[in-house]
């Protein structure tokens, strides 16, 4: 079914909550980090959010299995944003029995917040780089706006994105590119922005690896999502 079908079959859908965008960050969170809640929080600020949902994979399909379990990974996000309002946590793609593919989860939360609600796809630009390889990724525009995390000094010799696309990736963006992020507010779907995010040498491989080691993570992970690794005795 071409994507414009599909959204107009959620047309009776009751949109909920707030109407601004919803910004929409996931990855496996193997574990969580403040890495990832900055980038949350700096989104939600750059781009005028009106909230953002972490969206834990339950079957990545571009990488190995977690060291942790879905259901582990889901429990720490849920500790990990915990005060903050702006930020939600989705168990869709934990729940599901399919592979973590992204459009199927654009799809689902369109089927429930209905085809109006701007949706932003939060991605690093080492992640959009790679979109062509993600499946079905040209439906991806039709289901939400892309924002593209720079981080000062990822890409070699100082290049940023837009210069560093594809031919194939620049084609499929050719006129979506904005700069402003009002423009985010006025249409559902489809057009590409970039925004500067603060680099933080945090990695979840690298506290998997520090608490395998015996080394303290402290302080490159909430408090809560710590003892709750020690308590389950994650990654040792």
């Not at 490159?220 to 709750?228: E, F, K, N, T, W």
């Amino acid at each position: 079914m071409p994507p414009e079908s599909r959204l107009a079959t959620t047309a009776g859908a009751r949109a909920k909550g707030p109407l601004g965008p919803l910004g929409l960050l996931g990855g496996t969170f193997d574990p969580i980090h403040l890495g990832h809640l900055r980038l949350a929080e700096e989104a939600r600020e750059a781009l005028g959010l009106a909230a953002v949902r972490l969206i834990p994979a339950g079957q990545p399909p571009h990488r190995g299995a977690p060291r942790s379990s879905a259901e582990h990974r889901l429990a720490m996000a849920r500790l990990a944003i915990a005060g903050n309002a702006a930020l939600e946590v989705d168990d869709g793609e934990v729940r599901s029995s399919d592979k973590s593919y992204t459009v199927l989860t654009l799809e689902r939360l369109r089927a429930e917040l209905g085809p109006a609600r701007p949706l932003v796809l939060i991605l690093g630009a080492d992640a959009f780089e790679g979109l062509p390889g993600w499946h079905r990724w040209q439906e991806l525009f039709e289901l939400a706006h892309i924002a593209v995390a720079n981080r000062p000094g990822y890409a070699p010799h100082g290049r940023r994105w837009p210069a560093t696309l594809s031919p194939e990736l620049a084609a499929a963006c050719h006129g979506r590119h904005r700069n402003d992020p009002a423009d985010l507010a006025t249409t559902p779907a489809g057009c590409v922005l970039p925004f500067d995010m603060t680099p933080l040498a945090i990695s979840a491989s690298l506290i998997r690896d520090l608490v395998r080691n015996g080394h303290s993570v402290r302080y490159l992970l909430p408090d809560s999502v710590l003892d709750y690794i020690a308590a389950h005795h994650l990654y040792g």
